[in-house]
């Protein structure tokens, strides 16, 4: 057990061996392993982000679904409106068109009465011209007496 | 395997026994052929077993995180990436823990003494005979005595290979001690503590054993605890070859404490690489 050279070749060694370690072994591994955490690190963040942007297209989705929902709402109120208004517009102008209607068919009743009128009149006083003829059994000269009839034909 | 012509004592004696390269005075650059021999050799000498196969595990180490390293990819990690990094997971967690300034050398410096130490205490699970006799056999193919070829496996229970790696981290405190605080504020730290200035002395041998027992403790500790694995590991293979009970006694202690040391090794690497971080992280701290 003697303390010789030995220890001063084990202590060169050594410093050669840590020397190595330091410049060939510990810095690559370990910027790997620090590469790795990053990349697992950035992994992570991204799965988050990911998630959140889930979230907010999911948001986004129900909210475009609400504004729809409300758009299609509002068509059906206008298109109810509308078809009120339709309708409306519809019933005056089938109520005008009756008036119309109604209004000549009072104007030709009203003409229809009167021509028949005329015409009865016309009739009484050609009839009572027979009349006459009969109840006085003579001709009775038309001519001479067509001021007489007419003022008669129009008392009826 | 303790045959007929050695005794016990000569059996441990071989196996506690590195191989050592030095000079002697009257052979020159040679092996030392025993115990006696190799401490007349005195300070310059090599035990060669310890540094090939600490170096060789080492660069073991070296290879094996290099080579994950060179083809390492951000994405899905293959088995080899992840068990490597695994373990630099670990040993970075601990950085963080216990070291609160900023060295890009304390981590890679942290997983080597993790790793190496780790491995060089795994050579004590080879059965204790198994490398040593290959190689007597392998030396006796070139007319050397296996009896007298030696080879230790395990580095860490060799006092030069813990000293050496404690006395290099202790020179690390010391840099970065004065690096941090300045020679005055190091100085300062030694001497004027815990008793304010007019208890220097009392404050200088406080502090001077303080610092000194680091680098002990940190070597002393792994080198003991290896030490102490390996003579079990050789006081058990001391049964074998006599008779059925013992050798089946032997093979059941041998298991036993081969489970239990798989935990001392790890636990010895991982001390020593934890005391490492936690001393330079004192050496960085500015407030005593």
């Known amino acids: 057990m003697n303390i010789n050279l030995t220890l001063i070749s084990q202590m060169i060694a050594f410093a050669v061996f840590v020397a190595f370690c330091m410049k060939y072994v510990w810095p690559p591994i370990m910027k790997a392993l620090d590469e790795r955490a990053t990349k697992i690190a950035e992994g992570l963040a991204a799965a988050e982000r990911g998630q959140q942007e889930q979230e907010i297209g999911r948001q986004k989705a129900l909210e475009e679904m609400k504004a729809a929902k409300t758009k ?56 009572a011209v027979a009349a006459a003829e009969k109840v006085l059994e003579k001709e009775v000269d038309a001519s001479a007496h067509k001021a007489l009839l007419d003022s008669f034909a129009k008392q009826l | 395997m303790a045959t007929a012509e050695l005794t016990a004592s000569d ?32 300070f310059w000498a090599l035990h060669v077993d310890s540094l090939l196969w600490s170096i060789g595990l080492g660069v073991l180490f070296l290879i094996g995180f290099r080579k994950v390293a060179e ?9 080899a990436q992840n068990f490597i990094e695994w373990v630099i997971d670990f040993v970075n967690e601990n950085v963080r823990g216990s070291f609160s300034a900023k060295n890009d050398m304390v981590a890679p410096l942290a997983l080597t003494i993790f790793a190496w130490v780790f491995l060089m205490n795994l050579m004590d699970l080879v059965p204790v005979d198994l490398i040593p006799w290959a190689f007597g056999q392998f030396m006796g193919l070139f007319g050397a005595d296996p009896h007298h070829v030696y080879m230790r496996v395990v580095p860490t229970t060799d006092p ?10 202790f020179f690390l405190v010391l ?38 027992s680091k680098p002990l403790s940190l070597s002393l500790r792994l080198f003991g605890n290896m030490y102490a694995g390996e003579m079990i590991f050789i006081l058990v293979a001391l049964m074998y070859g006599h008779n059925l009970v013992l050798d ?41």
């Open chain 2, 160 to 169: 030069n290979i813990t000293f050496g790696m404690a006395l290099a981290v």
């Open chain 2, 175 to 212: 840099y970065y001690s004065i690096k941090v605080k300045g020679v005055g504020g190091f100085v300062g730290e030694l001497t004027l503590h815990p008793f304010g200035k007019f208890g220097l002395p009392a404050n200088l041998i406080l502090e001077g054993i303080s610092l000194l």
């Open chain 2, 248 to 288: 089946l006694g032997g093979g059941a202690l041998q298991l036993a404490w081969a489970i239990f040391h798989i935990l001392i090794i790890t636990l010895q690497a991982f001390i020593f690489m934890v005391l490492t971080i936690v001393y330079l992280d004192m050496a960085h701290q500015t407030d005593h």
């Open chain 1, 72 to 127: 299609a709402a509002d068509i059906v109120a206008q298109a109810q409106k509308r078809y009120n208004e339709v309708m409306d517009e519809a019933k005056r102008d089938a109520q005008g068109e009756a008036e119309r209607i109604r209004t000549a068919a009072h104007a030709e009743i009203e003409q229809e009465t009167n021509r028949a009128r005329e015409e009865l009149r016309e009739r009484m006083a050609t009839l």
């Open chain 2, 11 to 42: 059996y441990i004696q071989h196996h506690l026994t590195n191989l050592t390269l030095g000079w002697l005075p009257d052979q020159g650059l040679v092996f030392a052929h025993d115990a006696e021999e190799a401490a007349a050799m005195g």
């Open chain 2, 71 to 79: 083809n390492v990819t951000a994405g899905v990690p293959g088995k």
